[in-house]
């Protein structure tokens, strides 16, 4: 799946599974993303109390739902009563919808869609030793299913270079954020990743030159609206990391 995904040009990403369309990491997000054709989902992951790994962009649940919980400090039994805000969508008037598990949102996608997966606890540093094996379960956990080798590219920025390399020595394919300043100051560590990304609000093109000049398909994150993506295709972008399925 990941092949058949970097051969479309350019290839598209339901960052947060449509998160500025639909509440973020909802079952909703999911089955609209993939009704308009998308191959590639962005999840976020925590490490609840209970051991399930909760979809989340936060560590607390405070924003998505109105409710001040710390992931890590909850039990799923807690957790799955919440549910989200669309308040900051494109249409806030929808409903709201329940949190998913990381399992709950693989049972609703197909094998052949590829998930974009960022552990984040150690997605932007190494983390420490409970963080460092809350990564080292969930790779346990992806290596239990051989296909996830070829369906699920793990996602850090620059500073999460070390689960990128952990997660490689598995098998898997990785990609890698850089923000302008990190490529200005420092391109290094662009050797543990297959795919790299550029945020889009540093986005001058000097430093997709850098980016581009790796040959490695490059994926502009987060795109919100069509102009942003036409200037990121127009630049070398790969990739379109998107919030706005609706509009793309």
């Not at 399992?103 to 998930?115: F, G, Q």
């Not at 974009?116 to 983390?127: R, V």
């Not at 420490?128 to 369906?151: C, E, Y």
């Amino acid at each position: 799946p990941i092949d058949a995904l970097l051969a479309a040009t350019p290839f598209y990403i339901s960052h947060r599974t449509g998160g500025g369309d639909w509440p973020e990491f909802s079952a909703r997000g999911i089955t609209e993303s993939l009704a308009r054709g998308y191959k590639a989902v962005e999840i976020s992951v925590y490490r609840c109390q209970s051991g399930e790994y909760v979809c989340s962009h936060d560590w607390t649940t405070t924003r998505m739902t109105g409710e001040a919980h710390e992931i890590w400090q909850t039990t799923w039994a807690v957790l799955s009563g919440l549910t989200s805000t669309a308040e900051n969508t494109s249409d806030p008037a929808q409903s709201r919808t329940p949190l998913l598990r990381l399992t709950d949102a693989l049972a609703l996608l197909p094998d052949d869609v590829v998930i974009f997966l960022d552990h984040k606890d150690t997605s932007a540093e190494t983390g420490d030793a409970g963080k460092i094996a809350s990564r080292d379960a969930l790779l346990d956990w992806l290596d239990l299913d051989p296909a996830n080798v070829g369906r699920v590219v793990w996602k850090a920025f620059k500073g999460g270079h070390v689960g990128a390399d952990a997660a490689r020595a598995r098998g898997y394919r990785s990609w890698g954020i850089y923000y302008g300043s990190e490529i200005t100051t420092a391109p290094d560590r662009m050797a543990s990743f297959d795919l790299l990304g550029l945020a889009f609000n540093d986005a001058q093109t000097p430093y997709w030159d850098t980016e581009t000049a790796t040959g490695k398909p490059v994926v502009g994150h987060i795109i919100t609206t069509t102009s942003q993506r036409d200037t990121a295709v127009a630049r070398g972008a790969a990739g379109i990391m998107n919030s706005r399925p609706t509009l793309m």
